[in-house]
């Protein structure tokens, strides 16, 4: 249930409508602060965005697996303790994906745009900012990883830190209509959902054949000043390929849990697909960032078995991922060590992944808003999700930053000593939320 504003008073401003932004506009504006969200969509568009909407997902629809022993679980968990409204709405557009919350992206980021824009005291500004407004009242810097150049350059000025970027590729889309479902199977993985995914099997013949093609082919020239600095979460198919002739095998075609019931054997590889919107229209190759040429995506996926004759909605592409350098910028609690009137929230703060910078942002929202009220700031427990992910990225080795995932790892054993890794994570997972639940409390959120 959203927790409705109080009478409107002070203003905080936040620069971004993606997933960080939109979170942290709505926590603000529930406190009864004034928002003005600035999003330069439609007025300057980016390479991987499809609409205007905001918070609209660009490189895949999943947002990970629901099960508290995940990574993804517990932090969704957390969030939802934390009254995210960006899960919320997610919850109402879920395609079958397992156990794994994926979701119809343009409708959900339609439904998001719609209520924020009826909102009480949030205003949605149409139109680029180039420069960090010059105030004593909290902005909130959600620009992302598609940040323009111009506010780009802004930043530079502001981390003194050139070339924080890496690349990164979004998936294809291939039309269902055209995809031949009578050489794929429908299975989700150790049968874990209602066969949600459909499964392209290779033999080791079609497998050697398609790592050749991908080998081969032409990719999409970085330009001059830009280095092949792939962010290894993201790496591209064709990149995978070049590390060796199994690593697709072992990476996002491998075939574990998956029986083709046609031979009762498990495939060499699997390709995977999954559906990418409610009405089945669209389908996404699991796995299938790449910056390979549109020409050459088309005739090597189409050698797939099934593939013959799909139709690409979008194909896969490359584009640039701005990040700041977070240790060296922030604090604990996101603000910029040498003003703290400024945070910095999402992929753009140094999280790594969709849920990440919904918490990222729902966090940044809760601690300016705190801030203006005159309200004491506590830091999140570093045994949960949410308060290690924020921890490591202030405090990691600036030297070799990179952006981060949320993982168990970052959360300390403590007395947990125990070689059990999945009962490990349960109990981390258990103390977490009660933690959590300790800290609402006490901060009264």
């Known amino acids: ?29 529930k406190l009864g602060i004034a928002v003005d969200l600035y999003e330069m969509r439609p007025q300057v568009m980016t390479e991987a965005h499809s609409s205007d909407f905001l918070a609209e997902m660009v490189c895949s629809n999943s947002l990970g697996s629901g099960e508290l022993t995940s990574a993804s679980g517990l932090l969704k968990r957390e969030l939802k303790m934390l009254d995210s409204f960006f899960l919320l709405h997610a919850e109402k557009f879920k395609v079958p994906a397992g156990r794994s919350l994926s979701v119809d992206r343009l409708r959900l980021a339609a439904d998001i745009t719609t209520e924020l824009a009826a909102w009480p005291g949030i205003t949605i500004q149409r139109r680029e900012v180039k420069e960090i407004p010059a105030a004593e009242s909290p902005v909130i810097i959600a620009t992302g990883p598609l940040t323009s150049s111009d506010f780009a350059q802004t930043l530079a000025r502001l981390t003194m830190r050139k070339n924080l970027f890496f690349f990164d590729a979004t998936c294809p889309l291939i039309r269902a209509e055209s995809i031949d479902l009578s050489k794929l199977f429908a299975a989700s993985r150790y049968e874990k959902g209602d066969a949600d995914f459909l499964n392209i099997p290779m033999d080791d013949e079609q497998y050697e054949s398609f790592v050749q ?50 031979s009762g054997r498990r495939p060499h590889a699997v390709v995977q697909l999954r559906q990418d919107d409610l009405k089945k229209n669209f389908y996404q190759l699991v796995g299938f960032q790449t910056r390979l040429r549109y020409g050459d995506q088309k005739r090597i996926f189409r050698t797939l078995p099934g593939l013959e004759n799909a139709e690409f909605e979008r194909f896969g592409r490359m584009h640039r991922n701005t990040y700041i350098n977070a240790p060296l910028i922030i604090n604990n609690f996101s603000q910029h060590k040498k ?33 203006l009220l005159g309200r004491p700031l506590s830091a999140l427990p570093e045994t949960t999700a949410t308060g290690s992910l924020l921890a490591y990225i202030a405090n990691a ?48 959120i």
Request: hydrophobic letters at 40%.
């Open 1 to 29: 249930m959203h927790i409705h504003p109080k009478k409107v008073k002070s203003k905080i401003t936040v620069i971004g409508g993606g997933l960080a932004g939109v979170e942290a506009a709505y926590q603000v504006a």
């Open 213 to 262: 093609n991908l080998v081969q082919a032409e990719v999409v020239a970085a330009h001059d000043f830009e280095k092949n600095d792939f962010y290894d979460a993201c790496l591209p198919l064709e990149e995978i390929a070049r590390r060796g002739k199994q690593s697709l095998a072992f990476g996002p075609l491998k075939p574990v849990g998956l029986i083709d019931p046609r």
């Open 339 to 371: 003003n703290s009137h400024i945070y910095f929230a999402g992929q753009l703060s140094g999280v790594e992944g969709y849920v990440e910078s919904v918490s990222s942002g729902l966090l940044c929202g809760l601690f300016a808003a705190r801030a």
């Open 397 to 444: 080795n600036w030297k070799d930053f990179r952006p981060s995932k949320f993982t168990f790892g970052l959360i300390d054993d403590g007395a947990l000593d125990l070689h059990d890794k999945k009962r490990k994570k349960q109990l981390k997972a258990e103390r977490a939320l009660e933690e959590l639940q300790v800290w609402i409390k006490k901060a009264a």
